[in-house]
């Protein structure tokens, strides 16, 4: 079958580039488009760590078809903040909430989309809005420590 043209806007700007049939978006941004943020973990959407905003919702980016975003946004950790790091990269830094950091980018995200909707969560906020996202490092608290803080802070993406 042949390759099928897909237009959308990546971190704010548009970008155009060719999907395969059935191709997920993790594999579509990560080889078609050049972004490396969002990372493979399990392929089954299970980890989370392949979390994505499509139009400000996250999304597994494994379990995403290409095809779904079309005309769409997507946001990815590359997107995040500019020249400096944003205010959730500050706090994650700063609340030693990424050790081997690999589930780091799918966790922002997650927090990202969580201060867009509800700019000052509770804890339990918090703690569902990860709770797709696995880490095997922290042992969550300095994720949610570093979220909570980015909320007290008024951080706005």
Do not use: W
């Not at 059935?22 to 990560?30: A, E, M, Y």
């Not at 975003?69 to 400096?84: F, H, I, K, N």
């Not at 205010?87 to 589930?103: I, K, N, R």
């Not at 709770?131 to 608290?141: F, P």
């Amino acid at each position: 079958m042949p390759k099928k043209p897909i237009t959308f806007v990546l971190n704010g700007a548009e970008r155009a580039a060719f999907a395969d049939p059935g191709q997920n978006l993790l594999d579509f941004l990560r080889r078609g488009v050049g972004d490396l943020t969002p990372k493979y973990g399990c392929g089954q959407g299970g980890c989370g760590a392949c979390t994505v905003l499509l139009d400000g919702e996250p999304v597994l980016a494994c379990l995403t078809l290409a095809e779904a975003v079309e005309g769409r946004r997507v946001d990815t950790v590359a997107g995040l903040g500019g020249p400096a790091p944003h205010p959730l990269q500050e706090a994650f830094m700063a609340h030693f909430a990424a050790q081997c950091g690999y589930c780091t980018p799918g966790m922002l995200m997650s927090a990202k989309a969580l201060l867009d909707r509800n700019p000052r969560p509770t804890r339990e906020e918090v703690i569902e809005a990860i709770s797709g996202n696995l880490c095997r490092c922290t042992g969550y608290e300095p994720i949610i420590a570093a979220i909570l803080s980015a909320a007290a802070s008024g951080a706005r993406p």
